[in-house]
């Protein structure tokens, strides 16, 4: 088969306000290889609305699931759920030879991503978690400076990532993997790793609770300081019940570079650098973060490469989650469970950029943000 002209066909699984904001609309911008088949959902009215305003023919229900993945209507699945469906629904889309793009954090804990990863292994099928900021300009231009020592040796990164939670919205059900951590403080830990092209060694970590209703069942707020090789310290804090903050700091022996917004994928991201009397400001303009993800995932299964980022990657950011929600119970500082990582991570670097235009927020059905 010539892979040139041939496209990876995708089904979205899940039509919340992340499928429907950026995945949705990403697929305009990715025609080359990518092309949107299918769409699985049990609200009625997302079907029938969403199905016609992509032109998709195929929709199935989430009882339907095994229905669709026999259907021969897609060739790789978009996993958008809530965090405790994400092994479930892939572990039965590799064993029935679809390849898995999954959103992050990958599951629900440590045994379920291996799950995940054996599964897709054995089945001969792509596992790729959605990190989409391994693609995007700002962020990976840091990580190329800090590669080229314009702020000399590594010693420090600290970042903040906050929002406030919509009551109700389902980052606030423990029981379906809500909570700041998980959320959000996992960008906090990503970044820090492929800053540091390395993995953290131990954690120390705490958690705060307030009487806001939204935090019956969540913390309000993490933070956590994680120790690397060489001495390196990385600290962050995430919170669910403060102003919108996206930003990192990483603080070399010579220099300084800072990010913000950091992590978002609907404002411009940019970063200011300060090395000495160098001084540089750059400012990356809105473009489509989830395109370059199908696009790759898509050129991965096309020419048989292990994608970047790979289920291994979604591991490790899951072990030093598990990490620090041991240390904040033990009160104690607690290793990481890094070595156990089988097959390790590859970093991202400049290589995997990709810019794509800026979407247009479509028309919403049926559906709202998590945030106020």
């Given at each position: ?14 039509l ?27 609200d ?8 016609k ?7 199935f ?8 993945l ?24 590799a ?20 799950a ?40 420090l ?9 919509r ?7 423990s ?74 700091e ?14 978002d ?21 809105k ?35 598990e ?18 990582v ?6 991202p ?10 979407v ?13």
């Amino acid at each position: 088969m010539n892979n040139e002209k041939r496209k990876i066909r995708y089904a979205v699984v899940g039509l919340g306000h992340i499928a429907q904001v950026a995945v949705l609309p990403a697929f305009a911008h990715a025609k080359e290889s990518c092309e949107l088949t299918a769409l699985i959902t049990s609200d009625a009215k997302k079907m029938a609305e969403l199905s016609k305003m992509y032109n998709v023919k195929h929709t199935f229900t989430y009882d339907q699931y095994d229905e669709a993945l026999a259907s021969n209507t897609f060739d790789a699945v978009y996993i958008a759920l809530p965090n405790d469906m994400h092994k479930d629904f892939a572990l039965r889309a590799a064993n029935a030879r679809k390849h898995i793009l999954c959103e992050k954090p990958m599951a629900m804990n440590e045994e379920e991503c291996r799950a995940m990863i054996e599964a897709a292994e054995f089945n001969k099928v792509k596992l790729m978690v959605a990190y989409r900021l391994h693609f995007e300009p700002a962020n990976m231009k840091v990580v190329e400076l800090i590669k080229n020592g314009m702020i000399g040796q590594l010693r420090l990164f600290n970042s903040s990532f906050t929002m406030q939670v919509r009551e109700g919205n389902i980052r606030t059900q423990s029981e379906r993997g809500g909570g700041p951590l998980s959320d959000i403080g996992i960008y906090c830990i990503n970044a820090a790793r492929y800053v540091f092209q390395s993995e953290p060694l131990e954690v120390t970590a705490i958690m705060a609770q307030c009487n806001d209703p939204r935090f019956s069942e969540i913390e309000e707020a993490v933070g956590a300081i994680m120790k690397f090789e060489d001495e390196k310290l990385a600290a962050f804090v995430c919170s669910f019940g403060s102003s919108d903050v996206s930003r990192y700091e990483v603080i070399g022996t010579s220099g300084h570079v800072s990010v913000e917004p950091a992590y978002d994928y609907v404002e411009e991201l940019g970063f200011n650098l300060v090395c000495g009397e160098h001084k540089e400001k750059y400012k990356a303009a809105k473009h489509d973060q989830f395109a370059p993800e199908l696009i790759h995932f898509a050129d991965c299964i096309l020419t048989d490469k292990e994608p970047r980022p790979s289920g291994y990657e979604g591991l490790a950011d899951i072990s030093v989650i598990e990490a620090i929600k041991r240390s904040a119970a033990s009160g104690k500082t607690e290793k990481v469970n890094s070595k156990k990582v089988v097959g390790g991570t590859s970093k991202p670097n400049a290589d995997l950029v990709n810019v794509k235009p800026a979407v247009q927020k479509p028309q919403l059905v049926n559906v709202e943000s998590g945030s106020k």
